[in-house]
Every structure is written in structure tokens, then in C-alpha cells.
């Protein structure tokens, strides 16, 4: 619609000064127009010249409301054997549990008919179906060791095993052990190791391939094939074996952007972890009401699920000494000349992730007389998120790329008096790199960084404002009207918040919830 109500002109049929669109024209006296009914039927022209001249006639006709709906269910089987002294201890009672759990998940995703198609600015939005189940056995020990000793007013361990059956991946058993040290009242350290599994969802193995587009520099044209990580004849050889005659003088149209496919992978397998975690809870009696939470992570992920970027998709077909018969090639589509036409941007079980950062959490309760007031500010601090797909010398650094921002943090305050409570709550987010960081500033794998690539590389930081309130009635009715998004904050532009990396913003903008529970239970 937004092509055809821009080419108009004058019908041969209509009173002087008439204009229609071109489109309507074609198909009137038989010709194809090249658009759908969409695009012609009730077409009304626009006077792109000048501010405010599109009449509402035409607005009207370019812009309509597209919906789809989504619905998750969920059917869960458990049952569980706890018993807090098993055996006494030296230090105290031994305690174990046992349990049982089938779960089945399902996932439908469905749009209108108009969402299917592409006559929008948006691109199409496919349906989405899918379901797993898994069937899991787990078994946890809690053993003290110390009790009111010098040092150790507290110290226990506790290990946890589960044995996963998952109709996607089949067999899983994961684990891990813990230790808490509380030398004394006021503090407690805190550590844990193990090992995990994620397997993939719905969305990894369904989701059905969407449109979209991307700048790239193609490591194939003759400006960059010199800078393969793998030096320059790998990277001519394989370009070669792509169908690129001579790379040293082929002149990519890597100008323009290219398009995208990203959706789901049902080849896909779990991704394993190993994670080790340690900090501390201080709660100083000085001050009644405070807790300070400090924990330090460390993670690292094998056959990690992730997308990878664009630009290292291209750079990681061609300079693989074993040649072109890698994951990454297999994205890649290029016409008869050798340009690229087509990049899909599934998810795949990368080599590794290790990842490392700060968790932080602030909490104060106080009394204010007439109410009380609970603060809480949490935090997380991303220090590091690195990929290695070949080898230590092939890595993607993603840290402070859009997705995964250096720092979040989140501040929530309550204030409870009589039957009334209300809220304020602030989501900030740090600024985000757009672009790729090796494409922006250069890496091992590209020593011509473009700094420029694009008139927007980083995206600003957002904060986000809600708030609430609640009436607690006394026969167990709760009523609660709550604002999310306040100043009505769209997401930086150029992204628009609905899907993929760019998720992590709200992209509905103010939004009104009244909501009403009741407790069957009384008060």
C-alpha cells in the first residue's frame, strides 16, 4: 500500500484535476499492477510534498492493525518424599528428598490473515507450534557440618541430582553441590558448583522463519579478501568453491543491505554447563531491616544454542581451512555471479559460551510510622560473554551488544498502610552496540573495522517507569490498578522491540492493567 498510493496520476476517464493511483489504473483496463488486492483496491494518493499532507483518506488506506495470539499450555505431573531427619548428624539432623516429575509443555502461535502477509512495514509473522515433554527423577541431601563453633555459627552441605528423559533430546542427568559458611550473625558466604543442561524450547526447535535484513561486508569481494583469520588463500579458495570466479576482482553488492531468515531449528540438541557461583548475604544488626546480597558468577557452556551474528556467519564459511562444508555456509545463499541473496540466522549448538559477571541485590525495610516502606534494588553486571566456535583464535564477543547489555538494574519500592499498598518500580537498561563489535571496531578475524556502518551504531540507555495499587479488602478481594511504562517509552530507534536481541525493550508503550483475586481461603 505505502508503493502504491505514492505512484499516481491523472485518469484519462476522470474530471480535470482527478487523481488516482497508478495501480488502480492497471487493473482497471486489465493489466497486473504488480500488487495484491491490497494494493489497489480503495488506493487513495498521497502528496508526498510537503509537511502534513497526507489527507486522512490515505491514512487510512496504508496503515490497518494486524494480531495474532498466542497460547502456552502446560501440564504438569509431581510428587514428592521430603523428610527433614533422616539420620542425626554430629552437627545435626540429615535431611533428604526424593520426587517424581512429568511435564508437557505446548506452544501456539496464530496470526490473522493479514499478519501472514507482507504489504505492511513490519514483515510477515508466521504461526508458531510446537510441544515437547520431559520425565524427570531428582533426589537432594542436606548434611551440617558445624554448629555454633568458633567461626562457624553455621556450615552445611547440600548436593542435588536429576535424571532427565526429554522426548526432543532423549537422557540428561545434571547436578550440583552447595556450601554455606555463617562465621557469625550478620554474615554468610555462600558457593556452588554443578552441572546443567538447557534444553532447547519451543521457540529454538519451531519457530518458523521470519524476515528481515542486515549491512554486511562481504568477505568474499576483493576489498576484504585479505583478511580471512586463516590467511588470504584459504579465503580465496573457498569463495572459489562458492561459485566466485575470480575474488581478488569480484566487486560485491555487500552496499546493499541483504535479507534475512531467522526462525527455528529442530536439528538443534541440549546445551551443557558447568557453573561455579560465590558471594555473600550481609544483614548488619546495626541497621535493622538492611540486606546486601553479592554473588559472582562464572559460567561455561558447551554446544551452547545461540544465534550468531551476521557478518561472522559469512566470515566463518569462508575461512574454514576444511573448506566450505561447515554450518555456517550451509546459511548462506548466493546467486549465479556470486552476490549474496540470502542469509538464515538459525539457532545452532556453537562450540562454547563462557560467560562471567555480578549479580547484586539491595533490600531495606523500614518503618515509617503511618506505613511501611520495602525498597529493593537488584542489579546485574555483565562482565564477559564470549563464543568460541573453532577455535581460541575464533571468537564473538557479545557483551554490551543488543541482547545482552553490560548492566541492568531495577528498583522496586512498596509502601503498605492499612488496607492500601502501592509502588513504584524503575527497569534501566545500558546503552547497546547495535552493530557487532568486530564490525565496529575490528578484531582478530577483522583488521577493517567500520566504524560507521550504519548512521545509528549504538543504542541509548532506557529507563522505565511503572506503578501500582492495591486495596486488600477484608473478605479476601484484592483490587489492583497498575500503569507499566508511564512515560510511554518506545524502544530506541531504529529497533522496535518485537523479536529476536531487540526483545529486551517494551514495545507496547503505556499499559493500563486492572486486575481483581480473591482468596476462597477468607483473609
Request: net charge negative; with cysteine; aromatic share 10%.
Amino acid at each position: 500500500g505505502a508503493q502504491a498510493f505514492r505512484d499516481a496520476g491523472i485518469s484519462p476517464n476522470a474530471q480535470a484535476g482527478d487523481i488516482v493511483c497508478r495501480s488502480t489504473l492497471q487493473e482497471a483496463q486489465g493489466e497486473d499492477s504488480g500488487f495484491s488486492e491490497l494494493g489497489y483496491v480503495g488506493c487513495v494518493p498521497v502528496n508526498v510534498i510537503g509537511f502534513n499532507q497526507m489527507s486522512q483518506a490515505s491514512r487510512d488506506f496504508v496503515n490497518t492493525t494486524a494480531q495474532s495470539s498466542t497460547e502456552l499450555r502446560q501440564t504438569q505431573i509431581s510428587g514428592v518424599l521430603s523428610n527433614p531427619e533422616v539420620v542425626t548428624g554430629w552437627a545435626g539432623p540429615i535431611g533428604g528428598v526424593v520426587g517424581f516429575e512429568y511435564r508437557e509443555e505446548q506452544s501456539n502461535t496464530q496470526g490473522d490473515a493479514f499478519s501472514q502477509i507482507v504489504p505492511t512495514f513490519f514483515n510477515a509473522l508466521a504461526d508458531t507450534n510446537g510441544e515437547f515433554d520431559v520425565t524427570e527423577f531428582f533426589a537432594e541431601v542436606g548434611v551440617p557440618l558445624l554448629n555454633d563453633a568458633p567461626l562457624a555459627k553455621d556450615l552445611s552441605f547440600e548436593a542435588a541430582v536429576r535424571a532427565s528423559d526429554y522426548s526432543t533430546i532423549g537422557n540428561a542427568t545434571t547436578w550440583e553441590a552447595r556450601l554455606n559458611w555463617q562465621p557469625f550473625e550478620d554474615l554468610r558466604f555462600r558457593a556452588s558448583t554443578g552441572e546443567a543442561l538447557r534444553a532447547p524450547t519451543i521457540d529454538d526447535l519451531f519457530a518458523p522463519a521470519g524476515e528481515s535484513f542486515a549491512n554486511i561486508n562481504d568477505p568474499c569481494d576483493f576489498e576484504n579478501i585479505n583478511e580471512g583469520r586463516n590467511g588470504r588463500n584459504v579465503r580465496i579458495a573457498n569463495c572459489q568453491a562458492l561459485g566466485i570466479a575470480d575474488p581478488e576482482t569480484f566487486d560485491s553488492l555487500d552496499e546493499e543491505s541483504v535479507t534475512l531468515l531467522a526462525g527455528g531449528n529442530a536439528a538443534i540438541g541440549e546445551e551443557d554447563a558447568e557453573t561455579l557461583t560465590w558471594g555473600f548475604v550481609y544483614e548488619p544488626s546495626q541497621v535493622e531491616g538492611l540486606q546486601i546480597a553479592v554473588d559472582f558468577w562464572d559460567i561455561k557452556i558447551t554446544n551452547a544454542i545461540a544465534n550468531t551474528g551476521v557478518q561472522a556467519i559469512l566470515d566463518r564459511c569462508v575461512d574454514d581451512p576444511g573448506g566450505i562444508n561447515n554450518q555456517f555456509c550451509s546459511l548462506v545463499s548466493r546467486d549465479n555471479i556470486g552476490n549474496i541473496t540470502l542469509v538464515n540466522q538459525f539457532p545452532l549448538n556453537l562450540n562454547t559460551l563462557e560467560t562471567n559477571g555480578v549479580d547484586f541485590e539491595i533490600g531495606y525495610v523500614t518503618d515509617l510510622g503511618f506505613a511501611t516502606l520495602q525498597n529493593s534494588l537488584v542489579g546485574s553486571y555483565l562482565d564477559r560473554r564470549t563464543f568460541f566456535l573453532d577455535s581460541d583464535d575464533d571468537v564473538d564477543d557479545v557483551e554490551g551488544e543488543l541482547g545482552d547489555p553490560r548492566l541492568q538494574v531495577n528498583y522496586r519500592g512498596v509502601m503498605s498502610f492499612e488496607n492500601w499498598s502501592t509502588f513504584l518500580q524503575l527497569r534501566w537498561i545500558d546503552e547497546q552496540f547495535r552493530e557487532e563489535q568486530e564490525l565496529l571496531f575490528g578484531s582478530t578475524t577483522n583488521r577493517d573495522p567500520n566504524p560507521d556502518v550504519s548512521s545509528i551504531t549504538t543504542l541509548d540507555d532506557m529507563l522505565y517507569v511503572d506503578l501500582g495499587a492495591t486495596y486488600n479488602f477484608d473478605f479476601g478481594l484484592d483490587i489492583s490498578v497498575l500503569i507499566d511504562n508511564v512515560t510511554d517509552e518506545a524502544p530506541p530507534a531504529p529497533v522496535f522491540g518485537n523479536g529476536g536481541a531487540s526483545g529486551i525493550y517494551d514495545n507496547i508503550g503505556r499499559f493500563y492493567t486492572l486486575r481483581a483475586t480473591y482468596n476462597f481461603g477468607g483473609e
